[in-house]
């Protein structure tokens, strides 16, 4: 996929994951622009929310590209599927969210977007799939233990990302 099919999907998730946020339910931890304390100490063990406060807007689009883009293969999907995809796996993570695919295709769900899942996404209707991968995240997010304190707004973002990514299907 081209890099505005990213750009794209990018702006898509900073508008949910735009701001600060350091709420006490949130396993993440403080979080800046979507990427939390915990995550950040992935790439940089000893990182403080300052750190994570003073990420630049270059490197958090890096940061989403390298840690959540690439690995969920979302450079070898529709536009559509890639930003539905993108999405989850930021706010879910990149297994989950190739799981949750995985799922709404009926191959077997290992976490891990392979030859046969990417073969599996071009033998269905893309309208289909992505109905089937809703319908998987948002049950995920009702059997989450925070789903009384954050369910709501996982709603919306699923409904919006959801509308967005129906949008882009209908552009192709």
């Known amino acids: 996929m081209s890099a505005d099919t990213f750009d794209t999907a990018l702006r898509f998730v900073l508008a949910w994951e735009g701001g600060e946020v350091d709420h006490p ?34 490197e958090v689009a890096a940061i989403y590209r390298d840690w959540f883009w690439t690995p969920a293969k979302c450079d070898r999907l529709p536009p559509a599927l890639a930003l539905a995809l993108f999405d989850t796996a930021v706010n879910m993570g990149v297994k989950t969210a190739a799981k949750l695919l995985q799922k709404a295709l009926g191959v077997t769900a290992d976490g891990v977007i392979g030859q046969k899942t990417l073969e599996a996404i071009f033998k ?16 995920r997010y009702g ?12 709603y919306r973002r699923s409904a919006a990302c959801h509308a967005e990514s129906m949008r882009l299907s209908n552009e192709v």
């Open 25 to 58: 339910a949130d396993p993440g931890g403080y979080t800046s622009r979507g990427v939390s304390l915990r995550f950040f100490r992935q790439i940089n063990p000893r990182a403080t929310a300052a750190d994570v406060k003073a990420l630049t807007p270059i």
């Open 124 to 139: 269905h209707r893309e309208e289909d799939t992505l109905a089937e991968f809703f319908a998987e995240r948002n049950w």
């Open 143 to 154: 059997n989450l233990s925070t789903f009384s304190t954050f369910g709501k707004g996982w």
